[in-house]
């Protein structure tokens, strides 16, 4: 039976389609480099005009009149090229987080580019899968392997990518992330699983477009009864519900118990050693007993930096 086209015109969605037009003739004045580096401090309005006039006697882009009147830098300039296509990154001198964020304090460093790959294969091998996973956990079998680190770098590295990303402290011994990040830890995932906080205890870090942490909050006497709770399920799936990728760092597997029962409630787990440091006895243990206990180990990281 042929199917019949609706008779009416809606409106609405052609007012919207008009809007959508007008809009890609005539570019957001605030998404211009010079607008975006007087923002971000970069530039004042009595420079910002003194560019223009040389900018329309020379014929020449904004950021090169700029470079040229040694009122910028070329780092200045990729920023606001960054920032253009809403690729967040930070410069040498922001205080946002710790240098130990290459991703984003040196996007374009070699280190950047091994976790930007690693990022391409955890999509293809797990967060694009099906059925759809968006839970991760991070473990290493000691300490000092670089796991927060990478757990950190691999965050940043999500949000740049436009997914909404929450990266999870479950270290509650020793959490690091909010050191990482420069945010507070008064509340984090101790007192949301010791029921004394909710969700609005997860902190949006504004310097990038769509990355949220959870620290770990005060130290609890008893860590490893209160992932035991089913507080904790229901916060993995409130975060599955509302991320499309979440980043949960773990406590070193050789002192405590916690990590495996955080990779068996995330439902897939990725391994750091770091070269010459990590015992492979200590990493063969980690990984029987996560195969023993079904978690899929989604693959190994050698961490070097």
Do not use: C
């Not at 199917?3 to 809606?10: A, I, M, N």
């Not at 998404?31 to 020379?58: F, M, N, P, W, Y």
């Amino acid at each position: 039976m042929q199917s019949k086209l609706p008779t009416t015109v809606d409106n609405t969605s052609q007012n919207s389609d008009q809007n959508a037009i007008q809009q890609m003739k005539q570019p957001n004045a605030e998404h211009s480099i010079g607008s975006i580096l007087v923002k971000s401090g970069k530039l004042d309005a009595e420079k910002t005009e003194i560019i223009l006039k040389r900018q329309a006697v020379k014929h020449v882009p904004f950021g090169e009149a700029a470079i040229q009147l040694g009122f910028l830098k070329e780092d200045d300039i990729r920023f606001a090229l960054a920032r253009q296509y809403h690729y967040y990154y930070l410069l040498p001198g922001d205080v946002v987080g710790s240098d130990e964020l290459i991703a984003a304090y040196q996007p374009f460093s070699s280190q950047a580019e091994s976790l930007r790959t690693l990022r391409s294969q955890l999509s293809l091998r797990w967060f694009t899968t099906w059925p759809l996973r968006k839970t991760l956990s991070i473990v290493s079998s000691g300490s000092g392997e670089g796991k927060s680190y990478l757990a950190a770098n691999l965050a940043v590295m999500f949000s740049q990518l436009g997914k909404r990303t929450l990266l999870i402290d479950a270290d509650m011994r020793h959490g690091r992330q909010h050191d990482l990040f420069k945010l507070p830890n008064q509340i984090g995932l101790s007192t949301i699983l010791s029921n004394r906080s909710d969700a609005t205890s997860i902190q949006r870090v504004p310097a990038f477009m769509d990355l949220s942490v959870l620290t770990s909050g005060p130290t609890p006497p008893n860590p490893q009864e209160l992932l035991g709770r089913k507080l904790f399920v229901s916060l993995l799936a409130y975060a599955s519900n509302e991320f499309d990728v979440v980043l949960v760092d773990t406590p070193p597997a050789t002192q405590y118990a916690d990590a495996t029962t955080i990779a068996v409630l995330s439902g897939g787990a990725l391994l750091v050693t770091r070269q010459d440091s990590t015992r492979l006895d200590d990493t063969r243990r980690l990984t029987d007993r996560l195969n023993e206990l079904g978690v899929p180990m989604v693959g190994a990281v050698l961490n070097h930096f």
